[in-house]
């Protein structure tokens, strides 16, 4: 199972960027999906985007345009880059992974995650 530790969170003005890593040790990344999730006090735990080995990715609406998911397979890192950032991106960040080739359900669904990192926190000043 691939153990993944998130960094790169902090604090960002709004119109501000920040650019997240999460480190996967354990296996190859390639063999999954890597997804973000962002959760916020008081709300439930939200796809972000994901990222799959072929190279497909997939961005929540209230991101795109704004993020951008990559990996660095010989790193074994995946990363979001952050730009124009909003008050409402303040949130406690979460790297995923799944195993398997194809999702049952969906790539924003939580549930087909197995491997999750500890999160990394972003906070977003007006």
């Known amino acids: 199972q691939v153990h993944l530790v998130e960094s790169g969170g902090g604090l960002a003005q709004v119109g501000g960027s920040l650019n997240l890593s999460c480190e996967a040790s354990?296996?190859?990344?390639?063999?999954?999906?890597m997804g973000w999730f962002r959760q916020a006090p008081g709300k439930e735990r939200e796809f972000v985007a994901c990222?799959?080995?072929?190279?497909?990715?997939y961005y929540a609406d209230s991101v795109k345009g704004r993020f951008t998911i990559s990996g660095d397979y010989a790193k074994n890192t995946v990363y979001l880059q952050m730009n124009n950032l909003r008050p409402e991106d303040a949130a406690m960040y979460y790297c995923?992974?799944?195993?398997?080739?194809?999702?049952?359900?969906?790539?924003?669904?939580?549930?087909?995650?197995?491997?999750w990192g500890q999160g990394t926190q972003v906070t977003v000043s007006s």
């Open positions: 354990g296996d190859l990344m390639s063999r999954y999906a």
């Open positions: 995923a992974a799944n195993p398997k080739i194809y999702f049952t359900v969906g790539v924003d669904h939580a549930a087909e995650y197995k491997s």
């Open positions: 990222i799959k080995s072929v190279g497909l990715t």
